[in-house]
């Protein structure tokens, strides 16, 4: 049998492959050199391929790199960041410069993460890629030390949050944070009937609860500055039976008899939440999404509540499997 040619590798025949491959690692990139490279964002219009529509986002999507952030009590965290950067792209353009998005980070990355430090990012890669909207989210797993209930341990509670900001064509800026807080729920009706069948029928019973999640979004208020542990307090104040980290013996007891000091549906989550929000002055607007993982039905309960700003958020929350805990 004839042997075929090989393009890549050497053939079976032991003739040397058509193409030859190799890296020069010594070969450095002039700045004639770069000049000579192609640039897609030269190509000619008819280089656009569907629709010739505009697209309102484009961009990168969950690149990662060490962030600081500084704590109410004044310590600089750095912490490991998820990025999400996107560009609004006109109808005569082709794409954009992705790695722009990502360099602009990287000019800022040695700076403490603010909502200020968000703003000065938007601007900059709007600039450096010359787009009318922008927006920013960044991702990251904030620790805070909670103490148990009644045995004095301490350990570290870990909250998933995001800041976000939004800079439109018009100038103006946008920014919110969303913050995740685990609770336990313990079933008022559950606990009715097992009162009922121990009192009628000295039944021992267990009522039911289960681990439940609010997914609270916030927009900070003109010149107002609230800090993670703040939206910390608001959770648990609302709701006080946020999931332990160290426990003994006395404190799952002082957790059950917690749980049911403050029993609650997923109706009175909402609205307990709502009450503490609503009453801060440094939130503009709000929207909390809480689902309770039932533990007596396939399904779980959820619910959604905004403070109710003309304009502002509205309770259009369905995404529901990502408040999985």
């Known amino acids: 049998m004839k042997k075929k040619p090989m393009y890549l590798h050497r053939a079976a025949d032991g003739s040397a492959a058509r193409i030859k491959r190799g890296y020069d690692a010594k070969f450095r990139a ?14 000619a ?36 960041t998820s990025v999400t950067g996107t560009v609004s792209l006109e109808a005569e353009l082709k794409g954009i410069n992705m790695s722009r998005i990502m360099r602009t980070f990287y000019d800022h990355k040695d700076e403490v993460t603010t909502g200020e430090w968000m703003g000065k990012v938007l601007r900059n890669y709007l600039r450096k890629i010359d787009s009318k909207d922008a927006r920013l989210k960044i991702v990251f797993s904030y620790p805070l030390v909670r103490p148990s209930l009644r045995s004095g341990l301490e350990g570290y509670q870990f909250y998933n949050v995001a800041f976000e900001g939004v800079m439109t064509h018009d100038g103006v800026y946008r920014r919110f944070i969303h913050f995740d807080f685990v609770y336990s729920s313990a079933c008022p009706c559950s606990a009715e009937l097992s009162e009922h069948a121990r009192d009628q029928r000295g039944v ?3 009522p039911h609860s289960q681990r439940s999640k609010a997914r609270i979004t916030i927009e900070e208020a003109p010149g107002k500055k609230i800090w993670i542990e703040d939206v910390h307090r608001l959770c648990l104040n609302a709701l ?26 997923v109706e009175d989550a909402a609205r307990l939440l709502y009450k503490e929000f609503d009453a801060d002055k440094r939130i503009a607007d709000f929207r909390i999404a809480c689902s309770h993982l039932e533990s007596l039905h ?3 309960a ?23 805990c």
């Open 30 to 43: 002039t700045q004639a050199y770069r000049k000579t490279l192609p640039d897609m964002m030269e190509a």
């Open 45 to 80: 219009h008819d280089a656009i391929q569907g629709a010739n529509v505009p697209i309102q986002q484009v961009g990168i999507h969950n690149f990662k790199l060490p962030l600081k952030y500084r704590t109410k009590g004044g310590k600089i965290l750095t912490l490991e």
């Open 204 to 206: 021992y019973t267990v």
């Open 240 to 265: 006080q039976t946020e999931t332990q980290v160290m426990v003994k013996r006395e404190d799952e007891q002082a957790f059950a008899e917690l749980n049911g000091a403050y029993l609650k549906f």
């Open 298 to 300: 396939s399904h779980d």
């Open 302 to 324: 959820v619910s959604v509540i905004c403070k109710g700003v003309a304009g502002g958020f509205k309770a259009d929350f369905m995404d529901f499997g990502s408040l999985l």
